[in-house]
């Protein structure tokens, strides 16, 4: 099927570790998102792209790195985890044009002990 | 921080009855998009309205929009226990050229049978 594929789904880390998500998507989207949410925090943007080779920073960018190498990838990297970076992360892309709709993958579930 | 925010926080109601939940926002928008997500799972994109649209309908759904008051409410006609999810507006900043939506904090909407 379609669309926007996370892995993992779910991963512990401990403190200091550094880890990488990948975020994948077959629909030859050109713009492609990382979101992070936590309780009652509704969904908050860490990075973007906006195409191939491109990445821009969001709202809560701190402590995450970003690279799309490839159309169709977009990698979330933490170099040194920390608890605060416990949240469940969602990856989504969309296509060009203003009118669109996101594609959500189904998240990743961290937790940094 | 978030542009949106949902109204109420959270709602239950008996199966068949609607469900109306509203959003509010600051700045002026290009569109204004509806999303639903299960427990557990990523955002599925509903319905989308520009923002010279006053109102949408998909389904059951339908959507209305006042950018004098900078609001927006859904309406889910004759609820099923299906419904029950968390449902988040989410905006996009006028003549911003592709910026990423921004997300509220979401209005959780329980359907009892």
């Known amino acids: 099927n379609a669309g926007v594929t996370q892995t993992p789904k779910f991963r512990v880390l401990k403190t200091g570790q550094s880890m990488t998500l990948l975020c994948a998507q077959d629909?030859?989207?050109?713009?492609m998102y990382w979101y992070r949410q936590d309780p009652g925090m509704g969904l908050r943007l860490i990075h973007y792209?906006?195409?191939?080779?491109?990445?821009a920073k969001g709202e809560v960018p701190d402590g995450y790195n970003v690279s799309r190498l490839k159309k169709q990838n977009f990698l979330l990297g933490l170099e040194s985890a920390a608890p605060s970076q416990t949240s469940v992360y969602f990856c989504?892309?969309?296509?060009?044009?203003?009118?669109?709709?996101?594609?959500f993958g189904s998240g990743t579930r961290l937790t940094v002990v | 921080s978030q542009q949106g925010e949902e109204d109420p926080q959270a709602l239950s109601i008996q199966e068949g009855e609607n469900a109306t939940m509203n959003c509010s926002y600051k700045t002026s928008i290009n569109n204004l998009q509806w999303y639903r997500q299960n427990s557990g799972r990523g955002l599925v994109h509903l319905i989308l309205i520009r923002s010279n649209e006053r109102e949408k309908h998909s389904g059951r759904l339908r959507v209305t929009l006042d950018t004098s008051k900078k609001s927006s409410s859904l309406l889910i006609t004759a609820s099923r226990a299906a419904d029950t999810a968390s449902y988040f507006c989410a905006t996009d900043a006028w003549n911003s050229g592709n910026t990423p939506l921004v997300f509220g904090k979401g209005t959780r909407l329980s359907v009892i049978a």
């Open positions: 989504a892309s969309r296509d060009t044009g203003g009118n669109y709709g996101y594609t």
């Open positions: 629909m030859n989207h050109e713009y």
């Open positions: 792209s906006v195409g191939e080779g491109t990445t």
